[in-house]
């Protein structure tokens, strides 16, 4: 009996050239991403979006080392898909925040109430798309055996990261700095106050 092999693709490590590609590839897209949210968002708020990609980004090798996930073609793959949910995530995080910032800017909320209400409001649509994804890595791992098993596992690694930065870490800071900012427009604000009131008087005692 003949068997003719048309093509064949091995399991395995791969080389560094793919491995630095993918990497350049994935840098290339941030700085587009970031450039992206930018425009969209004020220049502090595309920044932290933009910083929030990168956290996730490396929190997640940093987990698939912990837990040991070989470095394959399904793997760099999973972690491309899961930079779509970092960016996913966040977008609609600081989209809310920002239409909050709007609707109750009578009310004047801190930066902190504004990140609570926002992240109250997103969470559970969040954390329902968060399930509904890793549902359906962990049934393409379990069907596609041990072939796919690095792509299940960095993608529920990846949304797991996802929801963490994007409801509890990246608003938190973006909501500090800009209480640091506006705390600190009204300290120049009281001293130009200050400066106006003190040169009227150095002038009536000048006369």
């Known amino acids: 009996m003949n068997i003719t092999v048309h093509s064949y693709q091995a399991e395995g490590s791969l080389p560094w050239q793919q491995v630095l590609f993918f990497?350049?590839?994935?840098?290339?897209?941030?700085?587009?991403?970031?450039?992206?949210?930018?425009?969209?968002?004020?220049?502090?708020?595309?920044?932290?979006?933009?910083?929030?990609?990168?956290?996730?980004?490396?929190?997640?090798?940093?987990?698939t080392a912990v837990f040991r996930v070989q470095v394959s073609a399904w793997s760099l793959g999973a972690l491309a898909a899961a930079a779509a949910c970092y960016f996913l995530g966040t977008v609609v995080i600081f989209d809310r925040i920002r239409e909050n910032s709007r609707r109750l800017r009578l009310q004047e909320l801190s930066p902190s109430a504004l990140v609570n209400v926002s992240a109250a409001?997103?969470?559970?649509?969040?954390?329902?798309?968060?399930?509904?994804?890793?549902?359906?890595?962990?049934?393409?791992?379990?069907?596609?055996?041990?072939?796919?098993?690095?792509?299940m596992l960095?993608?529920?690694?990846?949304?797991?990261?996802?929801?963490?930065?994007?409801?509890?870490?990246?608003?938190?800071?973006?909501?500090?700095?800009?209480?640091?900012?506006?705390?600190?427009?009204?300290?120049?604000?009281?001293?130009?106050?200050?400066k106006r009131k003190e040169k009227p008087a150095q002038e009536t005692a000048a006369e």
């Open 23 to 63: 990497g350049l590839t994935v840098l290339i897209a941030a700085l587009v991403a970031g450039i992206y949210l930018w425009i969209r968002f004020e220049f502090l708020t595309g920044l932290f979006v933009f910083l929030d990609l990168l956290i996730d980004l490396i929190l997640t090798v940093c987990l």
């Open 121 to 151: 409001q997103t969470a559970p649509r969040t954390l329902l798309s968060a399930v509904v994804l890793a549902v359906m890595a962990a049934v393409a791992g379990i069907l596609g055996g041990s072939a796919v098993l690095s792509f």
């Open 154 to 194: 960095v993608v529920i690694i990846g949304i797991a990261v996802s929801v963490f930065t994007s409801l509890c870490l990246t608003p938190s800071l973006w909501a500090r700095a800009q209480e640091r900012r506006r705390n600190r427009n009204k300290e120049q604000k009281l001293f130009h106050e200050f």
